[in-house]
């Protein structure tokens, strides 16, 4: 019996120690904003009314030459999550689930559980459609939340976007037309629809709560409320849509910017000297109902829907700024803010018509370039850092930041000697490094320094597990941002560039081949120390589940070499 009441009380002391250990560990909060390029007030764009944005600059760090490392959602998030590059989570495209085509890899929130945290999410952190069901739910140990308790005021919002009284009636219109067509099921009826109906724009005198990304919020302040209550550190995910298309926000929003005020991109022109494959159609923008559907490279989109626009995508940042406030406000309130670390990034860069382009799906600067911040305990305040990092470095950085023991998984560098205000800490990286694939096996990698940006384009693509081969490179592509701040012209075969230009080839060259190294013997779970015991191997051939994406849902023009197809542009 006098054992029976020690190993209780034993128990008990034990369970306490640990709680203890874990209130002292920092939670996370991990805010992924959709398609946001660094058109914000504290990255010197000071026409855009951003002051939550600003606020948390203010309270931290923010990184002005920060890279992801490919410009479109799918890849985009499964390296971040992973802390891997996409040829190592073999996902290249919007429809491979990277648990399916590199099934040895972990992600982020996933092994936090294994270090003691409570992890859930609202919204979107993975691309919804190459994602596990749950919204991958290995990752969360308590399940992610896709709310849809919209404003009663208002109702649920026409195709999940639009709350126009207008575009509702149309949509009813619409559906009961396909109904006298014969079409019996919702869903088809929807579809029909949709194809004939769907505006890039709108501007409703609503509330917050109409639309998406204010139902997330609210939902988002629940869990925090949880979530404080609780004896664990946690990693809450807030996965915010705008400002992805259509560019849908409260009129209110709209409010703060005149249309007439709007500037268009400056370099509306193709680059003296940049291969034709480098650039795309916008199918993604073109599957809207109110843009003309035959634009291709070198067309421009007329001026004044180019400003209508750009006048929604700033008054979607500005929506998103509030809801950011909101969560920073709760923050405060429940005396989280000094033991909470607290990490904002953008997926991809943003087209809004330089080079005649739109949306993101190019190795360009405005694609390939996000805002990137950090603010909490330990981190420096109001600090501007200029050195290139790449998004995958946010994974082993945040592990130093509360920690957690590295996992050996990353491809990333933990930049956390960059967040400090001790300059003798600073690490300095040379380069962050980016890629896009093109149809016909292309795939362009980029790396972004300082001062310039230089892209190899090879090949035959996707063989992550062979060296650099000089026989793949088929164009380069060479940028200097201070000679030439708006990529006006490829310098790659100008004399007076050749010393830079083969400088940055063996750099290029060394990391591609550091990649293929290390993918080579992740690629054999039983020598992997990253993952868990027991994983399932690959299914298939060694280069995973989707090996040549540059066969599939290649619908767009073929001058183009776009591997997306206009269905795509689907959050």
């Not at 896009?436 to 090949?459: D, N, Q, S």
């Not at 201070?482 to 100008?494: C, M, T």
Request: hydrophobic share 35%.
């Amino acid at each position: 019996m006098k054992k029976s009441i020690v190993f209780l009380m034993l128990f008990c002391l034990n369970i306490h120690f640990v709680e203890a250990q874990n209130t002292h560990k920092k939670n996370i909060l991990f805010i992924a904003v959709d398609d946001l390029k660094p058109l914000l007030n504290v990255y010197g764009s000071h026409e855009m009314v951003t002051p939550n944005f600003d606020r948390l600059a203010k309270r931290g760090v923010i990184f002005e030459n920060a890279e992801v490392q490919q410009a479109v959602c799918g890849p985009s998030r499964a390296s971040v999550m992973t802390g891997t590059y996409p040829d190592r989570t073999k996902v290249w495209d919007l429809h491979t689930d990277f648990r399916e085509a590199a099934p040895e890899l972990i992600s982020m929130p996933e092994y936090l559980i294994s270090q003691g945290y409570e992890t859930t999410a609202i919204g979107k952190i993975y691309h919804k459609g190459s994602v596990a069901e749950g919204h991958d739910g290995k990752s969360w140990s308590i399940p992610h939340i896709q709310p849809d308790n919209f404003d009663p005021k208002y109702g649920a919002p026409a195709f999940g976007y639009y709350q126009s009284k207008e575009t509702k009636a149309e949509m009813v219109k619409l559906m009961q037309e396909a109904a006298e067509k014969g079409m019996k099921k919702e869903g088809a009826q929807r579809n029909y629809a949709f194809k004939r109906l769907k505006p890039s724009t709108e501007s409703a005198d609503v509330s917050d709560e109409a639309y998406q990304d204010g139902i997330y919020t609210v939902e988002a302040i629940k869990k925090l409320k949880m979530l404080s209550s609780g004896n664990k550190p946690f990693f809450l995910g807030v996965g915010y849509q705008r400002p992805h298309l259509p560019f849908v926000a409260p009129k209110k929003y709209w409010d703060l910017y005149k249309r007439e005020d709007i500037k268009l991109a400056p370099n509306q022109d193709l680059i003296d000297g940049t291969p034709m494959f480098a650039y795309h159609t916008f199918g993604e923008l073109r599957a809207f109902t109110d843009i003309d559907d035959n634009l291709t490279i070198g067309v421009r989109v007329p001026e004044d829907k180019q400003k209508e626009l750009i006048h929604g995508y700033m008054a979607s940042i500005s929506y998103i700024d509030a809801q950011i406030g909101k969560l920073l406000d709760e923050l405060d309130r429940l005396k989280l803010t000094d033991n909470t670390i607290i990490v904002l990034w953008g997926d991809h860069g943003y087209h809004l018509g330089d080079h005649t382009l739109w949306n993101k799906h190019s190795n360009f600067e405005q694609a390939t370039r996000i805002p990137f911040m950090f603010s909490g305990p330990g981190i420096a305040k109001d600090v501007k850092v200029k050195t290139p990092v790449e998004l995958i470095d946010l994974f082993p950085t945040l592990f130093d930041l509360v920690g957690v023991k590295q996992s050996a998984q990353t491809d990333g560098k933990s930049i956390v000697s960059l967040l400090d205000s001790n300059p003798k800490n600073d690490i300095h990286p040379e380069f962050a490094l980016s890629q896009y694939p093109r149809a016909g096996k292309k795939m362009g990698y980029t790396i972004r320094t300082e001062r310039y940006r230089y892209t190899e384009w090879l090949e035959n693509g996707y063989n992550t597990e062979k060296p650099y081969d000089a026989a793949n490179l088929v164009a380069a592509e060479l940028y200097d941002f201070i000679s030439d701040p708006l990529e006006l012209k490829n310098h790659a075969k100008e004399a007076s560039y050749k010393a830079i230009a083969n400088d940055l080839h063996l750099k290029l060259v060394t990391k591609l081949n550091e990649i293929n190294k290390r993918n080579i013997y992740k690629a054999h779970p039983s020598t992997y120390k990253g993952g868990e015991e027991g994983e399932a191997k690959p299914k298939g051939d060694a280069k995973g589940a989707n090996a040549n994406p540059g066969k599939k849902g290649n619908k767009g023009k073929s001058m183009s070499g776009e591997i997306f197809s206009k269905k795509d542009f689907d959050e």
